[in-house]
């Protein structure tokens, strides 16, 4: 069922959320580590998509659309939460994407690795790497972030040699 938007036939909103939920989800994972608190972010992101849905002109791709809706409802989040109290702790754990807990635990080690080095990332940088990540284009990357090409490829070639120092020190 494609919404009414004149000559813009999205789909349902609830079949951008099954297309693009895992997508909000992971946005969210990189700006917040608490379980909870991802969830409750994943929430204002819906909203945010929602209500900015009949606004979609089709200049950007979907996807690109609702990844800087995410992307900008996340930094809202974390200024909004830098300037409380802390009230909880990271947490040392990873809920598994995978089904099958056999690959989930030969990957585990290396997936917590990767992502706890990547939440460390300055948030420039944090958020070129994890939209690399994600599939998403240098182009799609560049119009997402609002930046010139030449400055998502320094960022990019920070964040990766920021990652590798990381990894490689083993932290």
């Known amino acids: 069922m494609a919404s009414g938007n004149g000559s813009n036939d999205l789909p349902s ?10 997508l909000i989800s992971r946005i969210a994972m990189t700006y ?4 909870n608190l991802r969830e409750d972010l994943v929430q204002q992101i819906l909203l945010a998509v929602w209500q ?14 609702i ?9 809202s989040y ?4 830098v300037r409380r109290p802390p009230t909880a ?25 990767l992502i706890a080095a990547t939440q ?30 030449n400055a998502l490829a320094l960022r990019l070639s920070r964040a990766k040699a920021a990652l590798k120092s990381a990894m490689e020190r083993g932290q």
């Open 78 to 81: 974390v200024a909004r939460e």
């Open 52 to 65: 900015a849905l009949p606004s979609f002109r089709a200049d950007a791709s979907l996807k690109t659309f």
């Open 89 to 113: 702790e990271v947490s040392e754990t990873i809920e598994a994407d995978e089904p099958n807990p056999e690959e989930t635990a030969i990957h585990s080690n290396e997936r917590e690795a």
């Open 32 to 35: 917040e580590a608490d379980p």
């Open 120 to 149: 460390r990332l300055p948030l420039p940088q944090r958020q070129v790497i994890f939209m690399v990540l994600e599939g998403f284009d240098y182009a799609e990357i560049a119009e997402t972030l609002e930046i010139a090409p």
């Open 67 to 75: 990844a800087r809706i995410a992307q900008n409802r996340a930094i």
């Open 13 to 22: 909103f609830e079949r951008i959320v099954a297309d693009y939920g895992p």
